[in-house]
Each structure stands twice: as structure tokens, then as C-alpha cells.
């Protein structure tokens, strides 16, 4: 049975759906009778999910249906790569009545969304993630953006979506590396929000267990509440939002890291949890058995756990001196108070942060 979660944000409020099958299945002529109609589509995502998806538009009775293929990498996700978007929607005349569907992963409906916050001032949008850290992360809370100039999402609009559907079908051809990157996110929620959670992914993965589809979509549905409860709260990240950061500062410093290219976000991430809690740890706020099962479960699901030999300090402290989410001088981390529970922790001393990555 479906499953479905309602985000109210300051701004707007709308649902998302979970459940296998659904881009076949979902009625859609609600929201796109009559109207025309733009599918950004990650050139990765197989033919017969697009064809699926314009199949059920046409039985919504839509007025045209338009798809744009998208080379995905962080480099096309640039002023550059969506100028052909933009491109398209002016040739055929789109209006403000139209809409965009972001068809892919985090990539593309980032760059949908980004595009539909600005065409025309804003036009309607339904993203359809099709990578599960899409699914559980980049599709909920309304972030869009490109990159810019070196820096990663640093254009870009807080625009929400008319409806997000997570078809889990839609994951079948996505490669295993991709997976555990988002299962790297699913990780993450449960550490900041869900022990229950954190318990179960345990149970599954320490007993060298996959999860089915039944509990993928359970799995998918409670990681993706913990987002919505928190950027419901915190649309604009004043506040709690944050706390989707953990594991993320060192992320993205062993991501720009050289000595590190060819981890991707999640194994980027993954490490970057275990640095987190190690963290945690010298600050005394969670026990020596608690970080053991921390590293037990990323390493379970295939992240790496342990900093390459190569890796250059030097280079990983000025990464994360440029990091945004470190605020002016101060050293601000998301630690955990135990596992299912985090908070910020500012004015953090430089030499518990080298501490925290002699892991
Ligand atoms: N907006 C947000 O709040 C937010 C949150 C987290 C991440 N992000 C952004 O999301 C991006 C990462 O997202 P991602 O991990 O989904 O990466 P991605 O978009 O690069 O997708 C990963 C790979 O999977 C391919 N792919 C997608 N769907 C597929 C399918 N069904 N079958 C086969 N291949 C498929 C893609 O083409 C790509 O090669 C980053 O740019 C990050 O900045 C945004």
C-alpha cells in the first residue's frame, strides 16, 4: 500500500508518495489536465521509465508532453546545462500554467526545480527522484540549485514541488553505488532522528540481510519523515535544518579533498558520519559501544570506514575552512547526543576536529 507523508512548509504544502509502480499507476490529471508539460529526464534513467511516465500524463489528458534529456554530472549542473532547458520552454511557449517534471536524480531534480522556480517567475513542478538518496534527501524540502564557479549549489531558489512520487520500481537499474549512497542518507537520518530506525537497519544489514521491497519502501517512507519533520519546521535553515548536515562538513571536505577523488558523495558521507561521531565521542556525549555500532552499520552496507593512507591534512582543514556550513571563523559541527539524537555544537576547538579524523 502506498505510503504518503504531507510536508507543510511556510510556503506550501504538499504530499509524497511512496510505493512501487507508481509512475504506471498514479493519476495525475489533478494536477496536469490541459496544461503543457516539460520532463527533465537524467539521461541515465531507462527509456521505459520515460515512456511509462508520458503514457500515464497522456491518460491525464494533458495538452502537450515535452522531455528534455540531461547529461548527469556535477559539471553540467551549471548555468550551462540548463540554458537548453530554458531554451526549450521559450520555444514552445510555455506559459505559467505549465510544469515541469524533474525525472531522475538528485542532479536533475535539482536543476528542475531550479529551472521551474525561475521560468517565468515560477511555474508548477513534480519531481519524480529515481536515485534513493534522490528519494530520501534532494527531493524533499524544496532546495534547488546549480553550482557555480567551483562552488557547489550555491545558485539557487527554495522552491517546493506540487507532488513528489517515489516509485521504487524506479531504483531497480540504478547501480549498487548509487544505492548505498542514498542508504549513506538513510543512515544519516536515523542517527540524527530514529533509533527504531537505526535498530532496524541493523537487524538487516549486520545479519548480512538486504532489505525487501516491502521494507525498502517502510525504510524510504520513515527516512524521508525525519527530512520532512525538520524542513517543515525549518524551511529556510535558520535552525534545525542543520542537523541534516551531519556527517556533511567532513563530506564535503574529504570530497574537494584530492588525495580522496573518486569517493563519491556518499562514500564521502559515510566517512564523514564516522569522523561525526567520533566527535561525538571525544566529546563525551555518546559511549564507546554506541561508535562501534555506528562504524558497524556503515560498514555493513559497503562505505568506507577507515581514511585512506595517502590522505593529505593540510589540504583536508583548508577544504573545510571554504565549507559554507561552517559559519565565519567559528567551528560549528552537528554532533550526536546518543544515537537518534543530534545538535550543533559551535566554538569547537581546531585540534578536536584533527582529533576526530585519526579514526
Ligand atoms: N536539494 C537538496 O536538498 C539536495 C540534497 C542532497 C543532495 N542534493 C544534490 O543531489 C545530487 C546527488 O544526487 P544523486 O546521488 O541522486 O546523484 P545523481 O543525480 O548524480 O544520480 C546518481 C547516478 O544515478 C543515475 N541514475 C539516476 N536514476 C537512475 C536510475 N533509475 N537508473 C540508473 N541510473 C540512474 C544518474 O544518472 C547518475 O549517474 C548532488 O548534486 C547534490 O548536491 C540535493
Redesign the pocket.
Known sequence: MSKSINIRTQSHSYEVLIDEGLIKTYDFKWLVQGKQILIVK?????IE?LKDLEKSLNKSEVSEVFHIEIK???RN?SFEGIMPIYALLNEKKFNRDSLIIGL???????MA?FVASSYLRGIDLIQI??????QV?????????I?FSGS??NIGAFYQPELVLMDTS??????EK?FT??LA?IIKHSLIADNNLFQRLENTFLNGNSLSEEELIQVIYESSLIKAFIVSNDEKEKGDRALLNFGHTYGHAFEGSQSLNGFS??EAVGLGMICASNLSLLLGNISQEEYERIIALIKSVGLPFEIPKDFNVDEFMQAMSRDKKILSKKLRFITLKGIGRAEITENLEEDLILKSISL
Do not use: R
Open positions: 537524467d539521461s541515465n534513467v531507462p521509465i548527469t554530472n556535477e549542473k531522475g536524480g538528485g542532479i536533475t531534480t535539482d526545480g527522484p529515481t536515485t534513493l538518496l534522490a534527501d534532494a527531493a524533499i524540502g524544496g532546495k534547488t540549485g553550482n557547489k549549489n524506479s531504483l531497480e537499474s540504478l547501480p548509487d549512497a542514498g542518507e558523495h556518499g
